[in-house]
């Protein structure tokens, strides 16, 4: 049976995967944060301090997976639940960092498409509409201003401790995306066929319903 896939890319902090949860929770989909891969990775190569010359060679032995626990995305490396432990800002960078080594992307190409034969999906990351699943049924490029995404993530951030200025957050937000930008091998950008939805001047619900409207047309 054809699965349905639906393909969202856009920078850092645009909201994909809050609103990605919230439209696949709507359509009963199963969510994949390709995300969480990349930061896994990154977790891997920084625990075993892996030298930029060495992590081809050592990425068979990583075991990165993903598990669906009552529909709620888990990422594994081995045996080890790491989904808590990736959501740091040090993990943050050296994802977007190691995301533009070819094997590492070559690593978990099969992973992601494997999971989309397989189920129905909306999976969100920079290239799932450009690379990953070139003929997803339905393709969203998700953005907002810098400003406004660096905004939210300090609201966020501001009632835990050692939480970072607003500066220092837009700062890592603006060398994210130059960064996942301008990499040789497969960069963010826009598909051709992607519908752009700039969320600067949306809430959560708005945004969600808007993509909603979207899938619902494309897919009749
Ligand atoms: O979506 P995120 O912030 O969790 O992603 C972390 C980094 O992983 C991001 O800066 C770039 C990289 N990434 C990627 O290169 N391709 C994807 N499909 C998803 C993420």
Redesign the pocket.
């Known amino acids: 049976m054809k699965t349905i896939n639906i393909a969202i890319d856009g920078p850092?902090g645009a909201g994909k995967s809050t609103i990605a949860k919230m439209v696949s929770k709507e359509l009963g989909y199963i969510y994949v944060d390709?995300?969480?891969l990349?930061?896994t990775i990154a977790l891997y190569i920084t625990e075993n301090d892996i030298a930029d010359e060495d992590i081809e060679a050592s990425l068979g032995k990583a075991q990165v997976s993903l598990k669906f626990i009552d529909g709620a995305q888990r990422v594994f490396l081995g045996d080890r639940d790491v989904s808590d432990l990736i959501r740091t800002p040090e993990i943050?960078m050296a994802?977007?960092r190691t995301?533009a080594i070819p094997a590492v992307r070559a690593y978990l190409f099969e992973t992601q498409q494997k999971i989309a034969r397989e189920n129905n999906i909306i999976m969100d990351?920079?290239?799932?509409g450009t690379v990953v699943l070139p003929n997803a049924d339905v393709k969203i490029y998700l953005t907002a201003s810098a400003e406004e995404r660096a905004n939210r993530r300090f609201k966020e951030l501001s009632e835990k401790p050692d939480c970072p200025t607003y500066q220092e957050i837009l700062d890592d937000i603006i060398k994210?995306d130059y960064q996942?930008m301008h990499r040789e091998i497969a960069p963010l950008k826009q598909a051709e066929d992607a519908v752009l939805v700039d969320t600067t001047e949306l809430n959560l619900e708005e945004s969600a319903a808007a993509i909603i409207k979207i899938i619902n047309e494309k897919t009749g």
């Open positions: 850092a390709t995300g969480a990349y930061r943050s994802a977007s995301s990351g920079r290239d799932i994210r996942d």
